[in-house]
C-alpha cells in the first residue's frame, strides 16, 4: 500500500510540473420534457494532456440517467435508463489565433445503457467530432463541439449508422480549465 501511494504521490508531482499543459473540463445536462413526462440528467467530464500546441489527447467519460413517468390504469408506472461512457480521442488544432482555436476530435468510445428490468446495452462510436475553443483568460476556455462524422452501434443516446451529423441534438457546450 505505502509502494502505491508513493506512486501516486510521484506522478501527481511530476503531472504538475508542466505548466498549463492539462485540462480539465465537461459538462452536465437536465432536461423535462412534460409532454411525454421524462426528466432527464447527464454529466460528462473531459480532461486531456496537451502534447504540443497542436496535438493532445484524452478522454470524456459520461454518465445519463433518464426517468419516464406514465400512468396505467390506477397505477403510476417509471422506467429508469442508467448510461455510461468512455470516449478516448487524439485532439489536432489547425487552427489558432490569440482568442479562437478550431480543432478536431478524433476517437472511438465504449457505453452501456441499462433499462429497469432488461438486459444491458453495449454500443461503440469512431468518428471525428469538430469543435471551437474560445479563450476566456490563461486559463478557461470556452468549448464547443458541433456534430459527429462516423459510425455508431448502440451509442450512448445516439442514432446507430454512418454519416455525417450536424443537427442541434448533437451540440456539446462546456467550460475547460488549464493547468
Given at each position: 500500500?505505502?509502494?502505491?501511494?508513493?506512486?501516486?504521490?510521484?506522478?501527481?508531482?511530476?503531472?504538475?510540473?508542466?505548466?498549463?499543459?492539462?485540462?480539465?473540463?465537461?459538462?452536465i445536462?437536465?432536461?423535462?420534457?412534460c409532454?411525454?413526462?421524462?426528466?432527464?440528467?447527464?454529466i460528462?467530464?473531459?480532461?486531456?494532456?496537451?502534447?504540443?500546441?497542436?496535438?493532445?489527447?484524452?478522454?470524456?467519460?459520461?454518465?445519463?440517467?433518464?426517468?419516464?413517468?406514465?400512468?396505467?390504469?390506477?397505477?403510476?408506472?417509471?422506467?429508469?435508463?442508467?448510461?455510461?461512457?468512455?470516449?478516448?480521442?487524439?485532439?489536432?488544432?489547425?487552427?489558432?489565433?490569440?482568442?479562437?482555436?478550431?480543432?478536431?476530435?478524433?476517437?472511438?468510445?465504449?457505453?452501456?445503457?441499462?433499462?429497469?428490468?432488461?438486459?444491458?446495452?453495449?454500443?461503440?462510436?469512431?468518428?471525428?467530432?469538430?469543435?471551437?475553443?474560445?479563450?476566456?483568460?490563461?486559463?478557461?476556455?470556452?468549448?464547443?463541439?458541433?456534430g459527429?462524422?462516423?459510425?455508431?452501434?448502440?451509442?450512448?443516446?445516439?442514432?446507430?449508422?454512418?454519416?455525417?451529423?450536424?443537427?442541434?441534438?448533437?451540440?456539446?457546450?462546456?467550460?475547460?480549465?488549464?493547468?
Amino acid at each position: 500500500m505505502k509502494k502505491i501511494l508513493m506512486l501516486v504521490v510521484v506522478l501527481m508531482a511530476a503531472l504538475s510540473s508542466y505548466a498549463q499543459e492539462m485540462y480539465l473540463g465537461g459538462g452536465i445536462s437536465l432536461w423535462r420534457d412534460c409532454d411525454a413526462d421524462i426528466n432527464s440528467f447527464s454529466i460528462s467530464p473531459d480532461f486531456g494532456y496537451n502534447l504540443n500546441e497542436r496535438w493532445a489527447i484524452g478522454a470524456e467519460l459520461a454518465y445519463a440517467h433518464e426517468g419516464t413517468y406514465y400512468d396505467e390504469g390506477k397505477d403510476r408506472i417509471s422506467s429508469h435508463v442508467n448510461s455510461f461512457a468512455i470516449a478516448p480521442y487524439a485532439r489536432y488544432s489547425f487552427y489558432e489565433n490569440k482568442v479562437v482555436r478550431l480543432f478536431i476530435d478524433m476517437g472511438l468510445g465504449f457505453s452501456t445503457s441499462k433499462a429497469e428490468h432488461r438486459d444491458a446495452v453495449n454500443g461503440f462510436e469512431i468518428g471525428l467530432k469538430p469543435g471551437l475553443a474560445i479563450k476566456l483568460n490563461d486559463s478557461f476556455s470556452f468549448i464547443t463541439k458541433v456534430g459527429f462524422a462516423g459510425y455508431r452501434d448502440d451509442y450512448f443516446r445516439g442514432s446507430d449508422g454512418f454519416g455525417v451529423t450536424l443537427d442541434g441534438e448533437n451540440i456539446s457546450i462546456g467550460i475547460d480549465y488549464e493547468f
